[in-house]
């Protein structure tokens, strides 16, 4: 839950749903969630809540778009977001984390490097990196 921001996308596992995070309540000793989606509002403790897992299909869904390196023989996934260059790929350092996601400004520099494995790792590393938020109205159709 300290991962969480506000937009961020997860299961609602009661519901089947996916879910844009609207706010967090930390009172009385339960960490609940209020979350969103097109036909409603839920608030559910944490424990009801599973972060969505990325795939290619996922990210296709998102706007990237499949690009191949012939020079290494490495597949990754591109989106060009005002300006910014996000590249993710299947090759991570960390254990448990299957794709690495490289973001560089409009001049070439690398301004964020690192491994992730959930939508909302993807989301915060894209937001904290560009000041932007990625566009996930193409999951909730």
Do not use: W
């Not at 921001?5 to 299961?11: A, E, F, G, N, S």
């Not at 910014?84 to 790929?89: A, K, Q």
């Amino acid at each position: 839950i300290k991962e969480l921001r506000v937009c961020d996308v997860l299961l609602n596992t009661e519901e089947d749903a996916r879910c844009s995070v609207h706010s967090i309540d930390r009172t009385m000793g339960v960490d609940s969630i209020y979350t969103i989606n097109d036909e409603c509002i839920y608030n559910y403790p944490k424990d009801y809540y599973e972060p969505i897992i990325i795939t290619e299909d996922l990210l296709l869904k998102l706007g990237f778009y499949i690009e191949n390196d012939n020079i290494i023989q490495i597949k990754y996934y591109m989106l060009r977001l005002n300006g910014y260059r996000i590249d993710i790929n299947k090759c991570s350092n960390t254990i448990g984390k299957d794709y690495g996601i490289h973001i560089d400004n409009l001049s070439c520099y690398s301004v964020l490097s690192g491994d992730i494995q959930y939508l909302h790792q993807l989301q915060n590393a894209i937001f904290d990196a560009t000041g932007e938020e990625l566009n996930v109205n193409e999951l909730f159709k």
